[in-house]
């Protein structure tokens, strides 16, 4: 089993039909002071298997601040049944709607382990007012 992709949006879901719907991709953010909790971030995480993967595989999220603290995390269990015949690839979306606990500006990262190994890291800005990129105003109009 693989990761393909994992990210942050503001929403996601699965259709009637099975189709991942994904709203408002982000791997920025702007607070207004800090310490801060930035609540309702959906983390994304799309998996691959065959049928090699049939049985009970270990999911793990670390979140981790800029300098390395472990701010929060959570393991549970994905179990993966026999695929109908003639599948050879099945997809597994893992959506988790999350509080992020931000104790600095910096990047963090989100590990998401599978059987006990990270698969896939994904990165979050955060800034302050102060921190925050100036406009890019072209200079005909300054």
């Known amino acids: 089993m693989h990761v393909t992709f994992a990210l942050f949006a503001d929403a996601a879901n699965l259709s009637q039909e099975g189709k991942l719907n994904i ?15 930035h609540p309702r971030a959906t ?7 065959n049928a090699l993967d049939v049985g009970a595989h270990r999911v793990t999220l670390r979140w981790l601040s800029p300098s390395g603290n472990e ?10 049944a026999q695929p109908p015949q003639g599948v050879q690839e ?9 509080d992020l606990p931000l104790d600095q500006s ?12 990270v698969r896939a890291e994904v990165p979050l800005q955060v800034r302050t ?8 105003v072209p200079k005909w109009m300054s």
């Open 23 to 37: 709203l408002g991709v982000f791997d920025a953010l702007q607070v207004g002071t800090l310490p801060a909790l």
């Open 43 to 49: 983390l994304v995480v799309h998996l691959k298997g």
């Open 71 to 80: 701010l929060w995390s959570s393991e549970g269990e994905l179990g993966v």
């Open 90 to 98: 099945m997809d597994f979306p893992l959506i988790a709607q999350l």
């Open 106 to 117: 910096g990047a963090y990262v989100m590990h998401v382990g599978l059987d006990g190994d």
């Open 129 to 136: 007012p102060e921190q925050a990129p100036a406009p890019n």
